[in-house]
């Protein structure tokens, strides 16, 4: 999970008990409410009515049975629901990169990384639905244990219903994941290829060759891609002003990373900014700050 979730306020989202690290809850960010950065995972099916959610600006009209995983970092909206979905909630760290077969969760391109509709949600529903009544039980070590092992036994079915691509035994898709790895704890501090590629003991040709192989994008483009996202996070669900935002990702000039935004996305941070002024306008009260 990126460092930069804990120099911003956290969304007013249901989080999980301390006791266990798992909980339950109708939505993990209140329906209609601002757009917020989650700092916990969450898994919600819809059960009965569709559900609108934007998640990191991509906007999914779910249908019964759809189960979304909402990584902790991403910027999440929910419409009001058509009826209350099933949610677990479970903090980050709680199972180690290894401990669950090809199911890392703080992996963001791990499982279910889209929504996904199995044609058959009834063991998922099961699932989930027994995981939350436990979760409202007694505490104890007891029941820590037995949601942890419950939750284990979830994201390994999750797994199962979205197998992994085959282009992961390639050669190149391995080096890509070592970048990608890198990238997600680097990008705040460089956005040079020839650093990550110097790191990973590669070349920046063999960088690119494996980025173009598997997302079609050049490495810089890349490593780009991933600074707008966080910078379209921060302007959108966090209140600080866009010379902070721009300082967290590494730009020493508010001018520079205005140049930066408006190259990748057309707009500049103010002008996207304002897209979510309204929704937060509730939520964080403070006046714009004249760098704005």
Same mark, same amino acid.
């Given at each position: 999970?990126?460092?930069?979730?804990?120099?911003?306020?956290?969304?007013?989202?249901?989080?999980?008990?301390?006791?266990?690290?798992?909980? &339950?809850?109708?939505?993990?960010?209140?329906?209609?409410?601002?757009? &917020?950065? #989650?700092?916990?995972?969450?898994?919600?099916?819809?059960?009965?009515?569709?559900?609108?959610?934007?998640?990191?600006?991509?906007?999914?009209?779910?249908?019964?049975?759809?189960?979304?995983?909402?990584?902790?970092?991403?910027?999440?909206?929910?419409?009001?629901?058509?009826?209350?979905?099933?949610?677990?909630?479970?903090?980050?760290?709680?199972? &180690?990169?290894?401990?669950?077969?090809?199911?890392?969760?703080?992996?963001?391109?791990?499982?279910?990384?889209?929504?996904?509709?199995?044609?058959?949600?009834?063991?998922?529903?099961? *699932?989930?639905?027994?995981?939350?009544?436990?979760?409202? &039980?007694?505490?104890?070590?007891?029941?820590?244990?037995?949601?942890?092992?419950?939750?284990?036994?979830?994201?390994?079915?999750?797994?199962?219903?979205?197998?992994?691509?085959?282009?992961?035994?390639?050669?190149?898709?391995?080096?890509?994941?070592?970048?990608?790895?890198?990238?997600?704890?680097?990008?705040?501090?460089?956005?040079?290829?020839?650093?990550?590629?110097?790191?990973?003991?590669?070349?920046?040709?063999?960088?690119?060759?494996?980025? #173009?192989?598997?997302?079609?994008?050049?490495?810089?483009?890349?490593?780009?891609?991933?600074?707008?996202?966080? *910078?379209?996070?921060?302007? *959108?669900?966090?209140?600080?002003?866009?010379?902070?935002?721009?300082?967290?990702?590494?730009?020493?000039?508010?001018?520079?990373?205005?140049?930066?935004?408006?190259?990748?996305?057309?707009?500049?941070?103010?002008?996207?900014?304002?897209?979510?002024?309204?929704?937060?306008?509730?939520?964080?009260?403070?006046?714009?700050?004249?760098?704005?």
């Amino acid at each position: 999970m990126s460092a930069l979730i804990h120099d911003t306020e956290p969304a007013p989202a249901c989080l999980p008990p301390e006791w266990s690290g798992i909980g &339950g809850c109708a939505l993990p960010l209140a329906a209609g409410a601002a757009t &917020g950065l #989650l700092n916990c995972h969450a898994l919600v099916l819809t059960t009965a009515g569709p559900l609108l959610a934007e998640i990191d600006f991509a906007e999914h009209l779910c249908g019964p049975g759809t189960l979304l995983w909402v990584r902790p970092g991403q910027a999440v909206r929910f419409a009001d629901p058509a009826d209350d979905p099933v949610t677990v909630v479970f903090r980050p760290g709680l199972f &180690g990169p290894e401990e669950l077969p090809e199911v890392n969760p703080e992996d963001p391109a791990g499982p279910a990384r889209t929504p996904l509709t199995p044609s058959d949600p009834g063991p998922l529903r099961t *699932a989930l639905t027994r995981l939350t009544a436990d979760a409202a &039980g007694s505490p104890g070590p007891v029941t820590a244990a037995l949601l942890r092992h419950q939750l284990a036994a979830l994201l390994l079915r999750i797994r199962v219903l979205d197998p992994v691509d085959d282009r992961h035994a390639h050669v190149e898709s391995r080096t890509f994941e070592r970048f990608r790895v890198r990238l997600e704890e680097g990008y705040p501090h460089t956005r040079r290829v020839e650093d990550y590629a110097s790191e990973l003991n590669c070349s920046v040709r063999t960088l690119t060759r494996a980025s #173009l192989a598997l997302t079609g994008r050049t490495a810089k483009q890349v490593v780009d891609d991933r600074v707008a996202l966080q *910078a379209r996070r921060l302007l *959108a669900a966090t209140s600080l002003s866009v010379a902070e935002v721009g300082r967290v990702l590494g730009f020493g000039e508010p001018t520079n990373f205005g140049r930066f935004f408006h190259r990748e996305t057309g707009l500049s941070p103010g002008q996207f900014r304002a897209r979510f002024a309204g929704e937060r306008t509730a939520v964080v009260p403070a006046p714009r700050r004249p760098v704005d």
